[in-house]
Structure formats: C-alpha cells, structure tokens
C-alpha cells in the first residue's frame, strides 16, 4: 500500500432511493443535528444523527455504484444518521440530492414541493421552521447552479 493510499477511507452515502455514492475519499465534511463535522483517516467511532445541509466528500476513487464522481462532490442531505468506524462512513440519509451534474428542472420540482408543503395546517411550528430552513437551502443551491 503506498502512503497516498494509506490516508484514505470508505465512503457511503444512501438514500431512501438507494445507493447514491460508494467510494475511497481523504475526507468528508457533512452537517450533523448541531454543526458541521470533518472526517478523515482514523476519524474515532462515532454515531451522529445529521441535520440539514451540504456534505462534501473528497472521492478518491470511485467503486462500482452510481458515478463516476472525481475530485470533490456535494449531496443535499436532510436528516438521517452517520455511522463512522474502522476507517468507514455510512451515510443514511432521509433524503439526499447529488448537487453535481444536477439539472434545473430536477432542482426546481423539489423547491416548488417544498414551498407547496410550507404553508400546510398539518405541519407544527418545529416542522414549519424546518421546511423554510430546507426552501432557503435549496433556493441558495438553485442560485449557484445558475450561475
């Protein structure tokens, strides 16, 4: 094993739609329920229920899943846990969007069905607040992809 190899880990990412990444990365930067966590080689045990955000992942190298995917790749990821050990990362996500290669129109149908679930009567407060955090993320998203 060469020393570039050596610094590297196994990387999951899964969503209720199946496997979405399966790689080798040198990190991976993913929001937890209270901030952001830094991931790297020998990372300690650790289970984090996640939050809402952006996860970047470093890939390395790609195996046979959804890809191929070189250099740093972003996924949308609300909710879900991570599972770190012995030099792995499982990611399960409740729902998780690849931001690369991601078509407008794609992007667009999911902020008009969150901002179509915003106003619901069914939701409490803490969902409320949590659908207009999620419109404000992937409104954010929609602006970098456009430019």
Do not use: W
Not at 6 to 23: A, E, V, W
Not at 33 to 51: A, R, S
Not at 68 to 88: C, H, K, Q, R, Y
């Amino acid at each position: 094993m060469d020393n570039a190899e050596q610094k590297t880990f196994h990387c999951s990412l899964i969503d209720p739609m199946g496997k979405l990444l399966d790689c080798r990365t040198a990190s991976v930067v993913l929001p937890a329920h209270d901030g952001q966590v830094g991931i790297l080689y020998n990372h300690m045990p650790m289970l984090c229920e996640l939050g809402l955000g952006i996860m970047r992942v470093n890939v390395v190298s790609e195996d046979q899943y959804k890809g191929p995917f070189e250099g740093e790749v972003s996924f949308f990821i609300d909710g879900g846990f991570v599972l770190i050990a012995a030099n792995s990362v499982m990611v399960v996500a409740y729902d998780a969007l690849a931001l690369q290669d991601l078509k407008p129109k794609r992007l667009e149908s999911v902020i008009e069905r969150t901002a179509r679930d915003v106003p619901s009567a069914a939701l409490s407060a803490t969902e409320r607040s949590h659908e207009n955090e999620r419109l404000r993320l992937l409104r954010r998203i929609g602006e970098s992809v456009k430019s």
